[in-house]
């Protein structure tokens, strides 16, 4: 139910798919007008943070990275920028929870930036500070298939699903004064694509010879990079088989990318909808 507010209509109105697509709209709207992000986009750090939000379970109610202590967490540094750019878009839209408001934004980002529709449904739950979960629990790019595992498994994800995920790195790029690692992983970090795992694959990948953290680069223009938790899906014969698929058909990998981003998207949520209540907006 949406509560009127300032300006609007006094009362109480059931909320439709329409109410949604709005806010879907001032998001894209947003993402078009403001490109003093990184690579032009404030796109992938909004996909990062509808990934990062995390429940006892890994899941997406609470938002509760609105405060300091999971908020200042070493793995969700720099994600104040995706917060801020979506503060806006909540106080025009005050009905909407945090919690609802990031997967719905992380759903747009990956529409907007050419990737799959993404079937959604809101019913996530916003908490207090009480409720902000223990550093640790997010993956750690210096580690390798036994930490993506422990990671992952914990939250329903099998080895496909791990690695479908993982396709989200063609998005993006690390830095320095936040991961400590550096550079993109794709040519195009603001277009979902196949990209990643075709690289993974095709290039020649090498130690980084630098004073930062242990990382690699790709052999040919040197301005590539790969963490050993992604090499760890070249290295892992059960990650490895799934790679090839997603690099040889970017239809199959848009199809369980899809998938696995609504299970991610909806973990942890005692939804009171149906799973046949979820929509597809409109990009």
């Given at each position: 139910?949406?509560k009127?507010?300032?300006?609007?209509k006094?009362?109480?109105?059931?909320?439709?798919?329409?109410?949604?697509?709005q806010?879907?709209?001032?998001?894209?709207?947003?993402?078009?007008?403001k490109d003093?992000?990184?690579?032009?986009?404030?796109?992938?750090?909004?996909?990062?943070?509808?990934?990062?939000?995390?429940?006892?379970?890994?899941?997406?109610?609470?938002?509760?990275?609105r405060?300091?202590p999971?908020?200042d967490h070493?793995a969700?540094?720099?994600l104040?920028?995706?917060r801020?750019?979506?503060e806006?878009?909540k106080?025009?839209?005050p009905?909407i929870?945090?919690?609802?408001?990031?997967?719905?934004a992380?759903?747009?980002?990956?529409?907007?930036m050419?990737?799959p529709?993404?079937?959604?449904?809101?019913?996530?739950?916003?908490r207090?500070?009480s409720?902000?979960?223990?550093?640790g629990?997010?993956?750690?790019g210096?580690?390798?298939?036994?930490?993506?595992?422990a990671?992952?498994?914990?939250?329903g994800?099998?080895?496909?699903?791990?690695?479908?995920?993982s396709?989200?790195?063609?998005?993006?790029?690390?830095?320095?004064d936040r991961?400590?690692?550096?550079g993109?992983?794709?040519?195009?970090p603001t277009?979902?694509?196949?990209?990643?795992?075709r690289?993974l694959l095709?290039?020649?990948w090498?130690?980084?010879?630098?004073d930062?953290?242990k990382?690699?680069?790709?052999?040919?223009s040197k301005?590539l990079m790969?963490l050993?938790?992604?090499?760890?899906?070249?290295?892992?014969a059960?990650?490895?088989?799934?790679?090839?698929r997603?690099?040889?058909?970017?239809?199959?990998f848009?199809?369980?990318?899809?998938?696995v981003?609504?299970?991610?998207f909806?973990?942890?949520?005692?939804?009171q909808?149906?799973?046949?209540?979820?929509?597809?907006l409109?990009?």
């Amino acid at each position: 139910m949406k509560k009127g507010s300032s300006g609007e209509k006094k009362g109480v109105f059931p909320l439709k798919k329409e109410d949604y697509q709005q806010v879907y709209n001032e998001i894209a709207k947003l993402l078009e007008e403001k490109d003093d992000y990184d690579d032009g986009s404030y796109g992938p750090v909004i996909v990062r943070l509808a990934y990062d939000k995390e429940t006892n379970t890994g899941g997406s109610n609470g938002a509760t990275m609105r405060f300091a202590p999971e908020g200042d967490h070493g793995a969700n540094a720099g994600l104040n920028a995706a917060r801020d750019f979506l503060e806006p878009v909540k106080a025009k839209n005050p009905w909407i929870t945090y919690s609802d408001l990031w997967t719905l934004a992380g759903v747009c980002a990956i529409q907007e930036m050419q990737g799959p529709s993404i079937p959604w449904r809101p019913g996530r739950t916003d908490r207090d500070v009480s409720m902000c979960t223990p550093d640790g629990r997010l993956p750690d790019g210096a580690k390798e298939q036994s930490h993506l595992r422990a990671i992952f498994n914990r939250m329903g994800f099998d080895d496909r699903e791990i690695v479908a995920l993982s396709g989200a790195h063609a998005l993006g790029r690390c830095h320095t004064d936040r991961s400590g690692f550096d550079g993109p992983w794709s040519f195009s970090p603001t277009v979902v694509s196949n990209d990643y795992f075709r690289l993974l694959l095709g290039e020649k990948w090498a130690w980084k010879k630098w004073d930062g953290p242990k990382q690699y680069e790709d052999a040919g223009s040197k301005s590539l990079m790969m963490l050993p938790t992604d090499m760890a899906l070249v290295k892992d014969a059960s990650f490895k088989k799934h790679v090839e698929r997603y690099a040889k058909d970017d239809g199959v990998f848009f199809k369980e990318f899809r998938d696995v981003i609504v299970k991610l998207f909806e973990l942890g949520v005692p939804f009171q909808s149906a799973e046949d209540d979820r929509m597809t907006l409109n990009a």
